[in-house]
T-cell receptor
Framework: AQTVTQSQPEMSVQEAETVTLSCTYDTSESNYYLFWYKQPPSRQMILVIRQEAYKQQNATENRFSVNFQKAAKSFSLKISDSQLGDTAMYFCAFTHNNAGNMLTFGGGTRLMVKP | EPEVTQTPSHQVTQMGQEVILRCVPISNHLYFYWYRQILGQKVEFLVSFYNNEISEKSEIFDDQFSVERPDGSNFTLKIRSTKLEDSAMYFC????????????FGNGTRLTVT
């Protein structure tokens, strides 16, 4: 069974600064995918970034980037130039080829961006 | 941008009652899902649905639960006889294919069982 752990229940950052959210996972699968989802107060879960495990290069999406350390089973999210609209719950999630879009989620990190 | 829509946003029901949660997935998507999030806990997969049948389900998805796509647009989750522990946020999601395209989630339905 897969597990996803987010060790930081809450974090805060000043507007315009950089913050890193941690995620570790455990799996015996070799072909898998990792995701970060954002859940603002509107409740809708929005995909922030996705990483295929077979890709060496870390995924980036504008101000969002990941540090994917496959050997350490670590998948952290870096948010640069934080904006007030980044305030949300952030969930790390995992799936593997045989599981399709049956995601396993971490417990979430509540991020507060302060003006 | 097309969205997954869920109704109602909040449903209150009494223990033992049947409840139906409704979702309209994105129109050209082929895979449909229900996830739930009990307050303070992780988001959990319930069921996936493709080609008018359940493709995968979790241990949570027992005989009390059923899903249906009654027409070309709606996707429903029915809980036959609700229990207090069914209180949670229920999220519908859809995707174009099984894995290579991302999940699109709805805003969720908060179910409160009293």
């Amino acid at each position: 069974a897969q597990t996803v752990t987010q060790s930081q229940p809450e974090m805060s950052v000043q507007e315009a600064e950089t913050v890193t959210l941690s995620c570790t996972y455990d799996t015996s699968e070799s072909n898998y995918y990792l995701f970060w989802y954002k859940q603002p107060p509107s409740r809708q879960m929005i995909l922030v970034i996705r990483q295929e495990a077979y890709k060496q290069q870390n995924a980036t999406e504008n101000r969002f980037s990941v540090n994917f350390q496959k050997a350490a089973k670590s998948f952290s999210l870096k948010i640069s130039d934080s904006q007030l609209g980044d305030t949300a719950m952030y969930f790390c999630a995992f799936t593997h080829n045989n599981a399709g879009n049956m995601l396993t989620f971490g417990g979430g990190t509540r991020l507060m961006v302060k003006p | 941008e097309p969205e997954v829509t869920q109704t109602p946003s909040h449903q209150v029901t009494q223990m033992g009652q049947e409840v139906i949660l409704r979702c309209v997935p994105i129109s050209n998507h082929l895979y449909f899902y229900w996830y739930r999030q009990i307050l303070g806990q992780k988001v959990e997969f319930l069921v996936s649905f493709y080609n008018n049948e359940i493709s995968e389900k979790s241990e949570i998805f027992d005989d009390q639960f059923s899903v249906e796509r009654p027409d070309g647009s709606n996707f429903t989750l029915k809980i036959r006889s609700t229990k207090l522990e069914d209180s949670a946020m229920y999220f519908c999601a859809s995707s174009l294919d099984r894995l290579s395209s991302p999940l699109h989630f709805g805003n969720g339905t908060r179910l409160t069982v009293t």
